[in-house]
């Protein structure tokens, strides 16, 4: 089945800095992944919408100058979260669609901690 | 946009026990409905899923049935196991690639 990967799984950066989060489909192509946003028993909360050699769609309340989204390729979307804050310390999960009617599936997640 | 909702938060049947887990959309073009279950630390992970067209789906203990008149959804478990405990989410989308709204999740606890 598709497999998607995300990598970090886990990444504790300092306030200030900036966090790239990597989005893999590795046996299919993603013309299309999406960026969520989990907080601790909450839901997943859609952040954006990755689209290969275009720009991301933000859902609204997202500042795209913090989270920047970059899909520079059919297998690759890249989250950086810019500038850090303790306020941004979370569970953040992408997934793709394999196309067509097909699923979403879901990378492992990386879970940022910012101090 | 698309809204879900989803009811309810916390469910806690006993082993053997069926649970059932309630779902509403808003926009009526939505015509994908999957349901996802997330176990701790870990991802969601598609258990089942219903299109528009088809009223009642199975899949061994579990079973989605949609009401799209009424625009809701559920999700049935029976014989439930404690391995059955996690979060269960339930979503709607639009089929082609458009975004998947999710509802707000429901923990499900399993006692033995």
């Known amino acids: 089945g598709a497999v998607v990967s995300q990598h970090p799984s886990r990444v504790i950066c300092k306030s200030g800095t900036s966090v790239k989060i990597e989005c893999r489909s590795l046996?299919?192509?993603?013309?299309?992944m999406f960026w969520y946003r989990q907080f601790p028993k909450k839901s997943l909360m859609l952040m954006a919408t990755s689209n290969e050699g275009s720009k991301a769609t933000y859902e609204q309340g997202v500042e795209k100058d913090k989270f920047l989204i970059n899909h520079a390729s059919l297998t690759l979307s890249t989250l950086t979260v810019t500038s850090a804050h303790p306020e941004d310390s979370s569970f953040y999960i992408c997934?793709?669609?394999?196309?067509?009617?097909?699923?979403?599936?879901f990378g492992n997640g990386t879970r940022l901690t910012v101090t | 946009g698309e809204n879900v909702e989803q009811h309810p938060s916390t469910l806690s049947v006993q082993e053997g026990d069926s649970a059932v887990i309630k779902c509403t959309y808003s926009?009526?073009?939505?015509?994908?409905f999957p349901w996802y279950k997330q176990e701790l630390g870990k991802r969601p992970q598609l258990i089942i899923d219903?299109?528009?067209?088809?009223g009642e789906k199975k899949d061994q203990r579990i079973a989605v049935t949609l009401n799209k008149t009424a625009k809701h959804f559920s999700l049935h478990i029976t014989e439930t196991q404690p391995e059955d405990s996690a979060v269960y989410f339930c979503?709607?989308?639009?089929?082609?690639?458009?975004?998947?709204?999710f509802g707000a999740g429901t923990r499900l606890f399993v006692k033995a």
């Open positions: 219903i299109r528009s067209n088809v």
């Open positions: 046996d299919f192509q993603a013309t299309t």
């Open positions: 997934s793709a669609r394999g196309g067509g009617n097909s699923p979403l599936h």
């Open positions: 979503a709607a989308s639009i089929s082609g690639g458009f975004k998947t709204i």
């Open positions: 926009d009526s073009a939505s015509n994908y």
